[in-house]
């Protein structure tokens, strides 16, 4: 059963670092759009 748990547990770690990743790449973007404007 904790197997199970811990598993579930990996599985949102995972995709949580997957998110962080999306709004990395979206902060470069958006950074760089920015200067651009200025």
């Known amino acids: 059963m904790a197997k199970n748990k811990i598993e579930r547990i990996d599985q949102k770690i995972e995709k949580t670092r997957e998110k962080i ?5 979206k902060l470069k973007t ?9």
């Open 21 to 25: 990743a999306e709004y990395q790449e």
């Open 30 to 38: 958006l950074e760089a759009q920015k200067t651009e404007a200025e």
